[in-house]
């Protein structure tokens, strides 16, 4: 079992730059799929990015796309979201996830609140 602890979510200004932080425990961070899903209020859970074991794919949704960046290391069981540009619309509570066949039974953590103010 793995468990995800995000941090680095916080309130910034239109314009400003975050940089989000998951870290993982057990010895197995390397062979997951790691990803950033976000959920605004009154909306459902939407993708980010995400990054494969390798760092090879780095999938991001259009809607963030030129503005963030998913990167991974390995040796520190760690996976970080770089939001730059950030924009009122990025404000939601940012999730990690770790995934080995799909999404839909990935291991989630417990999510840190971005807001993003004009």
């Known amino acids: 079992q793995v468990q995800l602890v995000e941090s680095g979510g916080g309130l910034v200004q239109a314009g400003g730059s975050l940089r989000l932080s998951c870290a993982t425990s057990?010895?197995?961070?390397?062979?997951?799929?790691m990803g950033w899903f976000r959920q605004a209020p009154g909306k459902e859970r939407e993708f980010v990015a995400a990054?494969?074991?390798?760092?090879?794919?780095?999938p991001v949704a259009n809607t963030v796309k030129g503005r963030f960046t998913i990167s991974r290391d390995n040796a520190k069981s760690t996976v970080y979201l770089h939001m730059n540009s950030l924009k009122p619309e990025d404000t939601a509570v940012y999730y990690c996830?770790?995934?080995?066949?799909?999404?839909?039974?990935?291991?989630w953590g417990q999510g840190t609140q971005v807001t993003v103010s004009l």
């Open positions: 996830a770790a995934a080995t066949t799909g999404w839909s039974t990935a291991h």
């Open positions: 057990g010895r197995t961070f390397s062979s997951y799929v």
């Open positions: 990054i494969d074991s390798n760092s090879t794919a780095t």
